[in-house]
């Protein structure tokens, strides 16, 4: 079992940056493939970086994503934000190991409540 917090998000203007967490509990952590989505009204939930137990990465964006196994977090570090960035911004956790299906919300056996990000222009 584990229990996922997201933190950091809030209300910043375009070109500002944001660092979200994703705190686990659960001695397993490090086991998983932890992902953030991000969800806008009326959009679908959709992926925006992933990290493995190892490290390896993928990223859709101008976004980075860095884990640190010790604290049992994972970061997302958000630079130049737009507008359109604006979304409920979840992590989740998966045990899947293909990049492609890790895309996808069916992957993940756990998620957070998910935190606000908020872009004004």
């Known amino acids: 079992q584990v229990q996922l917090v997201e933190s950091g998000g809030g209300l910043v203007q375009a070109g500002d940056s944001l660092r979200l967490s994703c705190a686990a509990s659960?001695?397993?952590?490090?086991?998983?493939?932890i992902s953030w989505f991000r969800q806008a009204p009326g959009n679908e939930r959709e992926f925006v970086a992933g990290?493995?137990?190892s490290g390896g990465y993928s990223v859709k964006g101008r976004f980075t994503i860095s884990r640190d196994n010790a604290k049992n977090t994972v970061y997302l570090q958000m630079n130049s934000l737009k507008p359109e960035d604006t979304a409920v911004y979840y992590c989740?956790?998966?045990?899947?190991?293909?990049?492609?299906?890790?895309?996808?919300?069916?992957?993940?056996?756990?998620w957070g409540q998910g935190t606000q990000v908020t872009v004004s222009s």
């Open positions: 989740a956790a998966g045990s899947g190991s293909n990049w492609l299906r890790l895309q996808t919300r069916y992957e993940y056996d756990y």
């Open positions: 659960g001695r397993t952590f490090s086991s998983y493939v």
């Open positions: 990290i493995s137990r």
